[in-house]
């Protein structure tokens, strides 16, 4: 059975001796950490069709093709989440050089590392130059 549109739903009793639920409010996220987020994203994504290749061209045997794709992958897709921090930054870089290593697999990879280590070092210092404008902006307000 469902609800109708506009009918009433009876409310939550108050829960006895707790305060009620409240959101934390979202951390903010400077363009630096965004953007470099952004760009580990895509590489995740990206890395799906050289896996398919390496398969294909049988490079190397398809439990390791895929497993090593799969494996990147994932680690891409969490080391967006951690370039909040120095560390986590810093393992992009890492990344970014095992990206390039991956030429040495299939060569055409060395081209698409190069895409994206421009694309990453660009969103590193954009980034950085729209974090230190609005810190100056939000500063120049509060003063």
């Given at each position: 059975m469902t609800?109708?549109?506009?009918a009433s739903r009876p409310e939550q009793p108050e829960r006895p001796g707790r305060a009620p639920r409240t959101r934390r409010p979202r951390r903010e996220r400077g363009a630096r950490e965004s953007l470099t987020s952004i760009t580990l994203v895509l590489e995740a994504i990206m890395f799906?069709?050289?896996m398919l290749v390496v398969f294909g061209k049988h490079t190397?045997?398809?439990a390791v093709a895929f497993g090593g794709g799969l494996a990147a992958i994932v680690v891409l897709a969490l080391a967006s989440r951690l370039t909040g921090t120095r560390a986590g930054v810093g393992f992009g870089w890492l990344l970014q050089a095992a990206i390039l290593a991956?030429?040495?697999i299939e060569p055409f990879m060395f081209v698409v590392g190069l895409v994206f280590l421009a694309?990453?070092?660009f969103c590193f210092v954009k980034g950085g130059q729209l974090d230190r404008q609005n810190a100056a902006r939000r500063a120049a307000v509060g003063d």
């Open positions: 609800d109708a549109p506009g799906f069709f050289p190397l045997p398809p991956t030429g040495f694309l990453w070092v």
